[in-house]
């Protein structure tokens, strides 16, 4: 499945925004989605997961309350709603894929086989 991540840009700390990921191909749905970011100068880290099935949610503790992931498989999609965003939520954000993952696992890049190319997001003070 090929990704494509939209939707980044600048937003004032505080506010609001919604990233997509489209994906292609058949049996979106069978993918456990994610979003990871990489702020500047660090490591990619997760953000956000969705598992295929149930569509159980998972959260870093750094987003846990202000991010929320859903996802859309008629249309393919997964989105990320990002809310009271602050200046320390500014990063890359990578949408990735990995069909049936194990629950253990939603949070560790490894085992994610497609990625999105990114989309930055910039929060200002």
């Known amino acids: 499945v090929q990704l494509q991540a939209f939707g980044g840009g600048l937003v004032q700390a505080g506010g609001s925004r919604r990233l997509s990921c489209i994906g292609s191909?058949?049996?979106?749905?069978?993918?456990?989605l994610a979003w990871f970011r990489q702020a500047p100068g660090k490591d990619r880290e997760f953000a956000a997961a969705?598992?295929?099935?149930?569509?159980?949610?998972y959260y870093s503790d750094s987003v846990k309350g202000r991010f929320a992931i859903s996802r859309d498989n008629a249309k393919n999609t997964v989105y990320l709603q990002m809310n009271s965003l602050q200046p320390e939520d500014t990063a890359v954000y990578y949408c990735?894929?990995?069909?049936?993952?194990?629950?253990?696992?939603?949070?560790?890049?490894?085992?994610?086989?497609?990625w999105g190319q990114g989309t930055l997001v910039t929060v200002s003070s």
């Open positions: 990735a894929a990995a069909s049936f993952l194990h629950d253990d696992h939603y949070s560790t890049e490894r085992y994610y086989d497609f």
């Open positions: 191909g058949r049996s979106f749905n069978i993918y456990t």
């Open positions: 969705i598992r295929y099935g149930t569509g159980a949610t």
